[in-house]
């Protein structure tokens, strides 16, 4: 298989394999409270993102560095053709009233023109202001107030309607384009007569601490808060994690890297991949959608060699592998091929992990990369001298389930890569954890998904799995550049070049959560003694049962998510005497049941609920979230709920995040029915 022989090819390289060097921090029991990653990339001392495609066109002008997507195939677009076009679009905006520092917003789902907006708006000395295509009225209101945005890009009517509405009340309504409508060739036609010096002046006037971004957060709590990033933070994130990553890939794989983009550009880990794409002239493509019955066609068009998702891209695939299957009658095939990769995985990456563990491939006898090949790669700072760990021979999958692996492969695994385009091995997934059996089934299916964890206010991505090192259930180490520390009460606090400079007109919040140069995530988690970081759960989400139990909700609910038929759910129980559980049913999956079962499709929702066989479904899904915590945490009693969690009831962020507050008022009389049973 491709990527296992990848692996094997790169752990012999020591000048890839000994490329970083993790240094740890432990407290007087040993435990390790701090992991900190050199930079392999310096901060620059001048210049801006926005610099990026003309660098490109000087110095690579053929190069293809995107692909636009056209009624027929994927049309190539050059360096020399995109730094054109952005300064093109650059003078339009100029002459179109934009100042030096100003504020465009840009409301669009993920295309070529999104892109290319952004570098124009930094080329023309400016600031952008991501929007959700999905946001309301309401929320356009307030991102454009609060950032004095002048001018609104948006993509469609009904994204200009939505525009409209929020900001007629406004003393000052910002001018609106749409670029259905023609807004790109309209400002290529206001500006034709602006000199191009103009587009340079500005650009030179750009420094690394310019701001470059206004980037909201979700707001599951109240308001969203403006992120101000600036071009160094976007250099930070970009260059570091695309040297951490791209050598070795580019080095062993042989392939020439190319990703379909389809996260939402108005999400940071969504701009940040397409800095880094384009300062490797990576070739990406734009996708509008993260519906995997949308995506699949295009991934099958573009075969794209890796790409960044959201768990729920990986759980919907394997969904749609599993709903295949059973519908041929080959359920139960699907199910043994799930846990035969499972047990081909772990048993592979302890044998990989394990041969790879000693000095000299770039860690130190305990397992921690130093940055020489020298070893003494975990300092202790005085704190106590680090225990070495006793590692066993690990044999790897035996033959009976090599040849289980290579039957399944045939029948099963095979048929995901396909999904996937065929030529991807690789895959970064964030936004929330990925369920570890999930991640093992993906590898040995032959595809890496390497997890990370960031939010907005880093940049994007914190920690990232290390390449060489894939550690399932784990976010990985601190990208490069960056320390993660654990404070007292397990919160994790970031700090390095990725962190943010300040929430925007909000000195307030930006005191809460900055201290020393630390910002305080709200997220709770631990550090093992390689330096990887595990989350488990959010600081404000931890529920105290009425017995004085404390429970993280976050763990049961992504395992919970990740099995069909569930949708979206709710784990409850503070100051309660157990913990429950709200389940809504993903549509697509239900559809599926009814199929299968010979029942009508237009078969009542309610009656559907209340089917013994749904409901045994359900329980063996809440059983496996179970398996992630003791008894006392575990979740007792579940209720089916009509309806969705979605943006437009309210109930999900834009980046897909449950409101809770929102969530527990909607279902109060359930959850109250729930406790008097």
């Known amino acids: 298989m491709g990527v296992r022989k990848d692996l094997k090819r790169a752990r012999k390289r020591t000048d890839l394999a000994s490329r970083t060097r993790v240094d740890l ?30 660098t490109n ?29 952005v300064t093109a679009t650059a003078k339009g905006l100029i002459a179109h009233g934009l100042a030096q520092g100003g504020r465009v917003a840009v409301m669009s ?23 959700y295509a999905t946001s309301s009225a309401e929320q356009v209101d307030w991102i454009v107030r609060d950032s004095g945005a002048t001018l609104i890009v948006v993509e469609n009517a009904d994204n200009a309607r939505t525009a409209t509405t929020g900001t007629a009340h406004h003393p000052l309504p910002p001018r609106i384009l749409e670029l259905d409508a023609g807004a790109v060739a309209e400002l290529h036609a206001l500006g034709r007569d602006l000199p191009d010096e103009e587009v340079t002046a500005r650009r030179a006037a750009l420094t690394p601490g310019t701001t470059a971004t206004l980037c909201y957060t979700s707001g599951t709590t109240g308001r969203p808060k403006g992120c101000v990033l600036t071009h160094a ?3 930070a994130e970009a260059a570091n994690t695309l040297e951490l990553l791209h050598p070795i890939f580019k080095e062993v794989t042989g392939q020439t890297a190319s990703t379909l983009l389809f996260l939402p550009l108005a999400h940071i880990m969504g701009r940040t991949l397409q800095i880094a794409c384009l300062m490797a002239r990576i070739e990406t493509g734009h996708f509008p959608s993260v519906k995997p019955d949308e995506l699949r066609p295009a991934l099958k068009e573009f075969r794209p060699t890796f790409l960044v998702g959201v768990p729920y891209l990986f759980e919907r695939i394997h969904d749609t592998g599993r709903a295949t299957a059973e519908k041929i009658g080959r359920g139960a095939s699907f199910d043994r ?4 990769a499972v047990r081909f995985a772990q048993a592979y990456l302890d044998k990989f992990l394990n041969e790879g563990a000693g000095a000299g491939e770039g860690e130190s006898g305990d397992g921690r990369e130093s940055g020489d090949g020298h070893g003494g790669g975990d300092n202790d700072g005085g704190k106590g ?4 760990k006793v590692k066993g021979k690990a044999k790897g999958p035996g033959p009976g389930l090599y040849a289980a692996w290579a039957l399944y492969d045939l029948l099963v695994y095979r048929r995901i890569r396909k999904e996937l385009g065929g030529r991807m091995r690789y895959a970064i997934s964030g936004g929330s954890p990925l369920d570890r059996t999930l991640s093992l089934f993906f590898y040995a299916a032959g595809i890496i998904v390497y997890e990370g964890y960031g939010l907005t206010e880093t940049t994007a991505a914190a920690t990232l799995v290390p390449p060489l090192k894939p550690r399932p259930g784990t976010v990985g180490r601190p990208v490069p550049g960056t320390a993660v520390r654990i404070a007292d009460d397990g919160e994790i606090l970031i700090e390095g070049g990725v962190v943010f400079d300040s929430y925007w007109n909000n000195p307030a919040a930006t005191a809460e959560v900055r201290t020393d140069g630390w910002f305080a995530t709200g997220d709770l988690g631990s550090l093992d003694d390689d330096g990887y970081l595990t989350i488990t759960g959010r600081k404000k989400d931890i529920l105290v049962t009425s017995g004085g139990k404390n429970v993280s909700p976050a763990v049961l609910e992504d395992r919970l998510r990740s099995r069909t038929p569930v949708g979206q759910c709710l784990v409850v129980g503070d100051n309660r005497p157990f913990v429950a559980a709200l389940v809504t049913l993903d549509p697509d999956a239900i559809a599926h049941w009814l199929t299968v079962r010979g029942l009508p499709a237009d078969t009542p929702l309610p009656e559907v609920l209340r089917d013994p066989r749904l409901r045994a479904d359900v329980q063996r899904a809440v059983d496996y979230a179970n398996e992630a915590v003791s008894r006392a945490e575990s979740i007792r009693a579940f209720t089916l709920v009509e309806g969705e969690f979605n943006e437009t009831n309210g109930l999900l962020t834009p980046s897909l995040k449950v409101k809770r507050h929102a969530v527990t008022a909607r279902y109060a009389d359930e959850i109250e029915h729930l406790y008097r049973k």
């Open 109 to 131: 789902r993920t295309r070529y023109e999104w892109t290319l907006l952004d570098f124009a708006i930094w080329a023309a000395g400016g600031q952008t202001v991501p929007i």
């Open 25 to 54: 921090l432990r407290d007087d029991t040993g435990t390790v409270r701090e992991a900190r990653t050199a930079p392999l990339v310096a901060p620059p001392t001048t210049g801006s993102t926005a610099d990026l495609p003309f």
């Open 57 to 85: 066109a000087a110095e690579a002008p053929e190069a293809v560095v995107l692909r636009r997507r056209r009624p027929v195939g994927w049309h190539p677009v050059t360096a020399a053709a995109f730094a054109a076009e």
């Open 385 to 388: 001298k680090a225990k070495e």
């Open 337 to 340: 091929a799930e846990r035969i």
């Open 233 to 235: 933070n976007l250099h």
